[in-house]
């Protein structure tokens, strides 16, 4: 895995050996992001990698010029070689892990994540001096087995539901799955905008509706 655009372009991931992955092939990254420029991102927004492995997804939106990423992973060896990753990147300062399971936390908002005024602009909630910020965009990338189910009560499901709470009006999320899952058009304010398939993946992008009533 590498990181394929951006101030970081060429760089190798580190993976760490005997764990299993589905890591996303170079030719499908890039055609996220192509779909990703449409919506402005991810450069100057603040993102969150969830189940985020080694970083290869979070890692490129920081060398496409985010603002901020939080990983979220739960594998301790995992983390290990994620942190080496984003320490060889030298995003360290624009950058948090959090040892976690996603499912169950989301997206945690972000206190204090050393970004400037600026970058934070009008979008800034200042409470006691600390700064609470939700996200732009989430990357969610959990393992095939635990999304075949994406019904209301499963457990992609009650993330997606976590996560509304967890994004701005107009956020982004994609999600990616096996080509089979069936997903709902909308988890509360998430509503689909646009699916695409490569092989045995599909990847879906919902967009955070300003209310909760969709249009027809």
């Not at 990753?85 to 040892?99: D, P, T």
């Not at 970058?119 to 393992?143: A, G, M, W």
């Not at 994406?150 to 080509?179: M, W, Y």
């Amino acid at each position: 895995m590498r990181i394929i655009a951006g101030s970081k372009r060429g760089m190798k991931l580190l993976s760490p050996r005997g764990v299993l992955s589905r890591p996303i092939t170079d030719r499908v990254k890039e055609s996220l992001f192509s779909i990703l420029d449409k919506y402005d991102l991810p450069g100057g927004k603040i993102v969150a990698d969830l189940f985020g492995g080694v970083g290869s997804l979070g890692l490129e939106s920081l060398s496409r010029a985010a603002a901020f990423v939080t990983f979220v992973e739960k594998e301790a060896k995992v983390i290990a070689i994620l942190e080496r990753n984003i320490e060889k990147s030298g995003f360290a300062g624009k950058s948090k892990v959090i040892r976690a399971d996603a499912f169950k936390v989301g997206a945690p908002v972000i206190v204090d994540c050393r970004l400037t005024i600026d970058e934070l602009k009008s979008k800034i909630v200042n409470r006691k001096s600390k700064v609470h910020r939700k996200y732009d965009l989430v990357f969610v990338d959990p393992p095939y087995s635990t999304t075949m189910k994406a019904k209301a009560g499963s457990p992609l499901s009650r993330l997606l539901d976590l996560l509304n709470g967890q994004l701005v009006a107009g956020g982004i999320v994609v999600v990616r799955t096996h080509k089979r899952t069936e997903l709902l058009q909308r988890y509360g304010r998430l509503a689909i905008m646009e699916q695409r398939r490569w092989g045995t993946m599909a990847v879906t992008i919902f967009m955070k509706q300003k209310s909760a009533k969709l249009k027809a």
